[in-house]
């Protein structure tokens, strides 16, 4: 129950973020500020913030949904043995949360020097990633004699991720971003390996942007 409140707030403040960034609201409904010149759909924080201050992270699981009625209408399209199974639903959930906070780690903690903590406190930065509407184009469910099949684009999926301070508990950011995972046009053989690959790509993508505005960004 609390999965299906959480996407149903998600989806309704996502949905504000299909236009145009010069349509977006310039300040959020709690009150943080949309930053300009980002690399990102939007970018809201808190007045007042320094996100320089942070030296610590502290990464929670990561909550992924797929886009709506994506199951469904994938199996529309494929043979019966074929088709995405609840079970699978839940595995590729699961494969998402784990391989997007194995991504982020490594570039914050690696590139960015961050230590990963996990308590909350002083100098502390936490963050509370999801994905939603994530739109797999061709899922490698490791069927028995599947077919080749090939995509010029692995899928999409849009990312909206909440920074609080770790002593007080609140919020101080919030990043809101749709990727598309491509090929540069090139159509490619479509498998778990290349999926994941593509997936990565767009994960670190989005913690170097992180990375930067931890070491520059003040409001």
Do not use: C
């Not at 930065?125 to 080749?148: E, H, K, V, W, Y």
């Amino acid at each position: 129950m609390l999965n299906k409140i959480l996407l149903t707030l998600l989806l309704a403040i996502t949905a504000t973020f299909t236009f145009a960034k010069d349509d977006l609201p310039a300040v959020s409904h709690d009150g943080l500020h949309l930053m300009p010149d980002t690399k990102l759909r939007a970018v809201y924080m808190k007045p007042g913030t320094d996100l320089s201050i942070y030296d610590k992270i502290a990464l929670l699981d990561t909550y992924v949904a797929f886009r709506k009625h994506w199951q469904r209408e994938h199996n529309e399209d494929e043979n019966f043995d074929q088709r995405v199974s609840d079970k699978d639903m839940k595995e590729i959930i699961d494969r998402v949360s784990k391989e997007f906070n194995k991504e982020f780690i490594k570039v914050l903690s690696t590139e960015g020097g961050h230590p990963i903590v996990k308590d909350a406190g002083d100098g502390v930065l936490i963050l509370r990633p999801a994905i939603i509407n994530l739109d797999i184009n061709a899922p490698d469910l490791m069927t028995a004699g599947m077919s080749r099949t090939f995509v010029a684009s692995a899928g999409s999926m849009t990312l909206y991720l909440e920074l609080y301070d770790g002593k007080t508990q609140a919020i101080i950011a919030r990043i809101i971003d749709p990727e598309a995972t491509d090929s540069a046009g090139i159509a490619q053989v479509s498998n778990r390996v290349s999926n994941t690959a593509a997936f990565d790509r767009v994960v670190r993508r989005w913690a170097k942007i992180l990375n930067k505005h931890l070491a520059q960004v003040k409001n």
